[in-house]
């Protein structure tokens, strides 16, 4: 499906995030609120795929969540059957912003809102509960965006203010909700190595998943192995990597290294490789302050 068509590998990466963007499974299961099952994913498909998917505006200050809005802003010019009429529309209210519409999608007759997330969560403690998976930034919590999702940035359509807008911008003052959001679970080290997954009902059975570890744990298991790994910087936290060059399979202790230097405090994202250097899957490796934090809220919810 994915035939790039540079030699370029910056190029060749985006669009393989862009193609990872659409049919990579989703990971909430509510049809009924509005999120889309695996099968609609599926069924979409390119009139043609996009010669140029686009790339961060500012390296240095790079957005995960702005960059899947992009490939998505990008892959429907070219998806049969839909049409992107607006992004980023904000809502205004009497006295201040309500919100803003992530995507406002022509399909057919009808005008649809898409509202867009890319995630990834690290579960701990009971994990069959929403509110024991917390983000590689632990104040990011499962439960509280799917909260805020649900009662908020879902239900801008029905809004007086939301819906003057469509009216006024698009001639329909209704508009169907989708709720688009990717990313992946990762489970506790033992857990995803047993194939012991447990999680909540309201994520998809057939999510993408990964492990953590924390750092103590992390040394103590591949120290003086043979496992070789490649830190990930958030431009590849979407699709999974190409064969890595040999310089860059680095050992448990080279890696951690590497990790030290980084500004990030809280969880590091790294990929395990096997010895052609190929993507086999995909951890944090966690440090006390993420520890501490997850511990706290665990205490009071």
């Not at 406002?104 to 969560?121: D, N, P, Q």
């Not at 006024?168 to 012991?196: C, E, M, T």
């Not at 309201?202 to 003086?224: E, K, Q």
Request: a negative charge; charged letters at 20%; one cysteine or more.
């Amino acid at each position: 499906m994915i035939n790039p068509s540079t030699d370029d590998p910056g190029d060749q990466q985006r669009q393989r995030d862009g193609f990872w963007c659409v049919y990579s499974p989703p990971l909430i299961q509510l049809p009924e609120r509005g999120f889309p099952s695996k099968h609609f994913f599926a069924e979409l498909a390119f009139e043609s795929a996009p010669h140029t998917w686009p790339a961060p505006t500012d390296w240095q200050r790079f957005r995960l969540g702005i960059q899947f809005e992009r490939l998505w802003q990008c892959a429907l010019t070219h998806l049969k059957g839909y049409e992107l009429l607006a992004s980023n529309l904000q809502v205004q209210g009497p006295a201040a912003t309500l919100g803003e519409f992530d995507l406002i999608v022509g399909h057919g007759t009808t005008l649809e809102h898409w509202e867009l997330a890319i995630k990834f969560y690290l579960g701990t403690g009971d994990t069959t509960q929403t509110n024991a998976w917390f983000g590689p930034n632990p104040t990011d919590r499962l439960d509280l965006k799917l909260q805020r999702l649900l009662s908020h940035q879902m239900t801008l359509a029905t809004t007086l203010a939301g819906q003057t807008l469509l009216k006024s911008r698009f001639g329909a003052s209704n508009a169907k909700v989708k709720g688009i959001v990717k990313g992946r679970l990762f489970h506790p080290y033992s857990a995803w190595l047993d194939q012991q997954w447990q999680y909540p009902e309201t994520i998809t059975a057939d999510h993408l998943r990964g492990w953590w570890l924390t750092v103590d744990d992390f040394i103590s298991r591949f120290t003086n192995g043979s496992q070789r790994f490649r830190p990930l910087t958030k431009r590849d936290w979407l699709s999974e990597l190409q064969a890595v060059p040999v310089d860059e399979r680095l050992p448990a202790d080279r890696c951690l290294a590497a990790l030290s230097s980084s500004r990030e405090h809280y969880a590091h994202h790294v990929a395990m490789l096997d010895d052609n250097g190929l993507e086999t899957s995909r951890g944090f490796v966690v440090m006390a302050p993420w520890l501490e934090v997850t511990q706290a809220q665990d205490q009071t919810v």
